[in-house]
């Protein structure tokens, strides 16, 4: 599947934040002293272990950024898999330049790559089940655009990007406002019609008071086993879409998806994925 990229626009702050980081203020002395000015290369990013790979757009756009001069063929793309062995992109022209701009490549490349290929493994696990595997709010903080945008790269789908996107209500909103009744009802008063609704519980009883109150297009099943989720599923009976979140690990998904929830969310897409080990040869 080949995906959309983000407009470099976008991704250039941050990536250039990242380079001035590594180049600090006087560039890369190493370089500078021992290659030659005039000396040309030409490098491959090559795969050192079995991925899904992302971050491909962002490790081009970081050589671009040292050095527009450079050529750069990207033949795995965001989005695809590669194998141990595989040559991910090619980069030729100035060494110094290619040298200079290697690590926050291979950084963003290896943990972006980590993500997407954390999340095609929940995926997989939902294979034949209508349950959308979605992220969090729980990334790195600076890099919640291209973490989410390696989770799409994986297959999975994002849930919102800030606080800002949708109302979500979860326990201690519960909790500070007085109950289910009282926050459904305050939404219902002030929020936006063009704005989505998700409100969490913890307990079937919750769920049945968020089902006779209304307000709510999203109800997030928190922390639920597998018995209340398929109870919790029978009781809303397509009335709001249902999210299935907490204790979501690899080895629960396919049975999560298995109860009927429409969505499976959850943080270590992006908090725990491992990054994959990519590597830049001469």
Do not use: W
């Not at 963003?108 to 997407?116: H, S």
């Not at 049975?255 to 908090?271: F, K, N, P």
Request: aromatic residues 4%.
């Amino acid at each position: 599947m080949s995906y959309a990229t983000l407009p470099d626009l976008v991704l250039e702050p941050l990536v250039r934040n990242a380079l001035m980081e590594d180049l600090g203020s006087y560039g890369d002395v190493t370089t500078r002293a021992v290659i030659p000015a005039d000396t040309t290369y030409r490098a491959t990013l090559n795969a050192r272990e079995d991925a899904h790979v992302s971050g491909m757009q962002i490790a081009a756009l970081a050589f671009r950024l040292v050095d527009p001069s450079l050529s750069i063929k990207t033949i795995i793309a965001d989005g695809q898999t590669c194998r141990k062995g595989d040559t991910l992109m090619e980069i030729s022209g100035s060494a110094a330049s290619i040298l200079s701009g290697e690590r926050v490549a291979l950084n963003f490349a290896g943990r972006l790559t980590g993500i997407a290929t954390k999340t095609a493994g929940f995926v997989a696990r939902a294979k034949g089940t209508k349950a959308r595997i979605t992220c969090t709010r729980k990334t790195t903080p600076g890099l919640r655009i291209v973490e989410k945008l390696a989770v799409l790269h994986g297959g999975g789908f994002n849930h919102r990007y800030s606080l800002s996107d949708a109302i979500l209500i979860k326990d201690n909103h519960i909790a500070a406002a007085g109950g289910v009744q009282s926050v459904l009802e305050a939404t219902k008063a002030h929020a936006s019609h063009m704005m989505a609704v998700e409100i969490e519980v913890d307990t079937l009883d919750q769920l049945a008071e968020v089902l006779n109150v209304g307000g709510a297009s999203v109800v997030l099943l928190d922390n639920m086993d597998n018995a209340m989720l398929r109870e919790a599923v029978q009781m809303v009976d397509g009335r709001m879409a249902t999210e299935a979140s907490g204790n979501v690990t690899l080895d629960r998904i396919a049975e999560i998806a298995q109860t009927g929830v429409d969505y499976i969310s959850s943080g270590a897409l992006t908090h725990s994925a491992r990054t994959v080990d990519l590597g830049l040869d001469f």
